[in-house]
Structure formats: structure tokens, C-alpha cells
């Protein structure tokens, strides 16, 4: 029968990529490691590594077995620490990620907060776009996820927070911006946008249906400094999230226009995963993003509209 050790001895190796290192990083002899090896791979009926002369490597088989080896531990440990934190402060690390554009303006604000308000929390902070997380937090790699979209999934729970508005930004230079924009105005200018699949673009894309005239797409860029940088030396101008822009509109490196159009915005989500249990710590950090979040939108840091319960900051 499997057991825990096994699953640890497999990462190890895996990690390692030969049983000597492995044995000395584990603290077990090698022949006694490559035992349980071999002991795990008649368990589950399948070759886990190619074995050589350059060390152990993962066959197919064994990097779809090591995807759910990495799971089973992180549950086992998330109970252990749910145990262990019974009746006691918030303790343990705790894995959050952040989209670009959130983790730009919120990651200072949410690690000063956790430092203040869960000392014995090491927060985890991991900056990716939002399709990845929510892949990592259905997968057990993340315990608390920032989302874009609220689109139904039955293996999230995901709660409103906020409906962040996507802004018109230019560079400091050229003719001066009217507060407003209509979407078919975009047309005249030289705009430069994320590439097809990225989720900013698919708002925009789908905001732009059904209008006759074509943008004029200079260049797509994934990059959110990249992106700012080019629009800031007039290379073209771009559709953000305000709040995105907004240190920068601050200093006048940029500008922004609302857009006339209701499509032009997205709403933001606090997530976890609907069947894992939440050890002590990550329940108080996914309550602290959303009080976090909640705050910078009152006192206009993030300028975006509140869609969450209306519980004091």
C-alpha cells in the first residue's frame, strides 16, 4: 500500500534527479531510498523514471504521477496544520495569487495588512495572469486566488468584490483627450493590446463587436510595464484597468478617458477552492484580501466600484 513516506521519497528524487542526491538530501541510505522506489512504481503498476547513467529521469507516466504527488502532500499538510491551528492564532504559509494588474496595485497594501494583522502568516504572493490561477487554485498550488470574472465553476466558491473599470490611456504628448470616449472613436487611434486569449483582450474584443470600424492595432503586448512604457514614449495607446495607471496619470507620464460603453470593465473575484478544506490561516488571509481590497476602493486608491458585502473595511 502507498504511504506518505514514499510520496516524499518520489518528489525527492524527482527533484533531485538521481538517488544520491536525493538520499543525501533526504538523510536515507541509497539502496533503502531506491527500495521504496521501485516498491511505489509495483504499487501503481507503472514506470516512474528512466533510470541511466546521468541519474533518474521522469517518464510520462511519472510526471503525471508527480502532479498528484505534489497534491496529496499540500492536502496533508494543509491538515495537519488545520489540527495544529485548532484554537490558535493563524499560523503557516499561505499560497495567494495575484493577476498582473492587482498584484501592481494590492501587493504592498496586502503584505503591510498580513504583517500587522497575521504576524505568524508567511504569505506566498504568486503574479500570474488570472486563467493560470484559477488553474493553479482548482490544482491545490494556491490557497486564496485574486480572479477576474465570476463565470460559474463549480469547483470554486468565488466572492464579488469590486467591478474594475477599463480606461482609454495615452501617452503625455499629442492632442488632448475629451473625457469621454465612444467605442468607435478608439479606431483613430494607433492602439497597441494584449495578444488573442489574454482576458483583458477578450473583454475589449467583445466590447468592439458589431462596430464597422477596425482598430488600428499597431502591436500586442502581454507585458503590463512593457505596455506602459510604449504608450508613455507615444509608441500608441492601450486599454487598462484605471487603477492600473493611476500612480502614473498621478506624475502626468499618462493619461486616460472613460469609455462610452458598458462591456469596458470586469469584475473581480475572491476565490478558493470549494471542496478543500481552508486551514486557519488561509480563511483569515482570504477574509484580509477581501477587507484589503475593500479600503483601498474607499479611500480611492483603487479606483473601481465596490459589488461585495457592504461589512465595514
Keep these: 500500500m502507498m504511504e506518505m513516506r514514499q510520496l516524499r521519497y518520489f518528489v525527492g528524487v524527482a527533484e533531485a534527479g538521481s538517488l544520491l542526491a536525493a538520499s543525501e538530501r533526504l538523510h536515507i541510505a541509497q539502496p533503502a531510498l531506491g527500495q521504496q522506489i521501485s516498491a511505489l512504481e509495483e504499487d501503481v503498476q507503472a514506470k516512474l523514471f528512466e533510470r541511466s547513467r546521468r541519474g533518474m529521469q521522469l517518464t510520462e507516466a511519472g510526471k503525471v504521477f508527480l502532479e498528484h504527488a505534489h497534491l496529496i502532500l499540500a492536502d496533508a499538510e494543509r491538515a495537519r496544520l488545520a489540527v495544529r491551528d485548532m484554537a490558535s492564532i493563524p499560523r503557516g504559509q499561505v499560497a495567494l495569487g495575484l493577476p498582473t494588474t492587482v498584484a501592481l496595485i494590492a501587493s504592498i497594501p496586502l503584505l503591510q495588512a498580513c504583517r500587522e494583522q497575521l504576524p505568524q502568516v508567511q504569505l506566498n504572493i504568486v503574479e500570474a495572469y488570472s486563467g493560470f490561477l484559477r488553474e493553479w487554485l482548482q490544482a491545490g498550488r494556491l490557497d486564496v486566488a485574486v480572479l477576474m470574472g465570476d463565470a460559474a465553476d463549480a469547483s470554486l466558491t468565488q466572492t464579488p468584490m469590486l467591478m474594475d473599470e477599463l480606461v482609454f490611456v495615452?501617452?503625455?504628448?499629442?492632442?488632448?483627450?475629451?473625457?469621454?470616449?465612444?467605442?468607435?472613436?478608439?479606431?483613430?487611434?494607433?492602439?497597441?493590446?494584449?495578444?488573442?486569449?489574454?482576458?483583458?483582450?477578450?473583454?475589449?474584443d467583445q466590447a468592439n463587436q458589431g462596430h464597422t470600424h477596425a482598430w488600428n492595432v499597431?502591436?500586442?503586448?502581454?507585458?503590463?510595464?512593457?505596455?506602459?512604457?510604449?504608450?508613455?514614449?507615444g509608441l500608441g495607446c492601450t486599454i487598462l484597468p484605471a487603477g492600473a495607471v493611476a500612480q502614473e496619470v498621478?506624475?502626468?507620464?499618462?493619461?486616460?478617458?472613460?469609455i462610452d460603453s458598458a462591456l469596458m470593465n470586469r469584475r473581480v473575484v475572491c476565490a478558493v477552492h470549494a471542496a478543500r478544506p481552508m486551514s486557519a490561516a488561509g480563511t483569515a488571509v482570504h477574509g484580509l484580501v477581501q477587507?484589503?481590497?475593500?479600503?483601498?476602493?474607499?479611500?480611492?486608491?483603487?479606483?473601481?466600484?465596490?459589488?461585495?458585502?457592504?461589512r465595514p473595511a
Design 170 to 204: 495615452a501617452g503625455p504628448q499629442g492632442k488632448k483627450l475629451p473625457r469621454q470616449l465612444p467605442m468607435q472613436a478608439l479606431a483613430q487611434w494607433p492602439m497597441i493590446v494584449p495578444s488573442k486569449g489574454h482576458g483583458l483582450r477578450k473583454i475589449i
Design 218 to 233: 499597431v502591436a500586442e503586448m502581454d507585458s503590463l510595464g512593457s505596455v506602459k512604457r510604449a504608450v508613455q514614449a
Design 250 to 258: 498621478q506624475q502626468g507620464l499618462l493619461r486616460t478617458a472613460h
Design 291 to 310: 477587507q484589503v481590497l475593500r479600503r483601498m476602493v474607499a479611500q480611492g486608491s483603487w479606483p473601481a466600484q465596490w459589488i461585495g458585502d457592504d
